[in-house]
């Protein structure tokens, strides 16, 4: 079982920069494609990016491109949201997703297909 734990969640001003990680804990992550999520509230989760097995291949949405970007060190087991010139509309919960991909180049943009999900990161900008 693959059990993730997010951490670098916060308050921070509009225009600020914050980083979120994600760890495994007991399992290693170098099969797995990783995402990160976000759900405001009364929103739908939605996929901010992703990230390939071998960490060559990301994308992010199209409401954080040139802000945001994800990153993954294997040998240390995490994955990484760079955020920067953060913006209220940021404010979300952040999750961090895990999904078993056979390969190394791809991602995956569907919820549907990562299937262990970390417990949620408060993320708040303020204006």
């Known amino acids: 079982q693959v059990q993730l734990v997010e951490s670098g969640g916060g308050l921070a001003q509009a225009g600020g920069s914050l980083r979120l990680s994600c760890t495994a804990a007991?399992?290693?992550?170098?099969?797995?494609?990783l995402g990160w999520f976000r759900q405001a509230p009364g929103k739908e989760r939605e996929l901010v990016a992703a990230?390939?097995?071998?960490?060559?291949?990301?994308s992010h949405a199209g409401s954080v491109a040139g802000r945001f970007k994800i990153s993954r060190d294997n040998a240390k087991n995490t994955v990484y949201l760079q955020m920067n010139s953060l913006r209220p509309e940021d404010t979300a919960v952040y999750y961090c997703?895990?999904?078993?991909?056979?390969?190394?180049?791809?991602?995956?943009?569907?919820?549907?297909?990562?299937?262990?999900w970390g417990q949620g990161t408060q993320v708040t900008v303020s204006t």
């Open positions: 007991g399992s290693t992550l170098d099969s797995y494609t």
């Open positions: 997703a895990a999904g078993l991909n056979p390969n190394t180049g791809t991602y995956y943009w569907h919820a549907k297909d990562y299937a262990h």
């Open positions: 990230i390939s097995r071998s960490g060559g291949d990301t």
